[in-house]
Nanobody, 126 residues
């Protein structure tokens, strides 16, 4: 098991940037790590993921070119740099660890992740 704690959310105006962090207590170095988000009244959706060795990343079309995921396995921490934020980026952002280790592809479905943080709120205003 692993405990995940997100931080870095906040309220910003459109066009601004935020950097989210996800700190893990427990093993994360051999797992895909991902970010999901959930807007009010909507399902939780995949945003981006990164393989255990940072060899591959996968982004939702809506964030390509604006968001960048990274990880530091030595620090047991994952990051999400979010630039050019838009109001439709508003939501609670969750980090998650994949159910299976050593994946070479990025899973995008919720059931493929079995450890979740409590989430951090991101609000982007016009």
């Amino acid at each position: 098991q692993v405990q995940l704690v997100e931080s870095g959310g906040g309220w910003v105006q459109a066009g601004a940037s935020l950097r989210l962090s996800c700190a893990a207590s427990g093993r994360m170095s051999t797992f895909v790590m991902g970010w999901f988000r959930q807007a009010p009244g909507k399902d939780r959706e995949f945003v981006v993921g990164i393989t255990w060795n940072s060899g591959r990343t996968g982004y939702a079309d809506s964030v390509k070119g604006r968001f960048t995921i990274s990880r530091d396995n030595a620090k047991n921490t994952m990051y999400l740099q979010m630039n050019s934020l838009r109001p439709d980026d508003t939501g609670v952002y969750y980090c998650a660890r994949s159910r299976t280790p050593f994946l070479t592809q990025i899973p995008t479905r919720r059931y493929e992740y079995d450890s979740w943080g409590q989430g951090t709120q991101v609000t982007v205003s016009i």
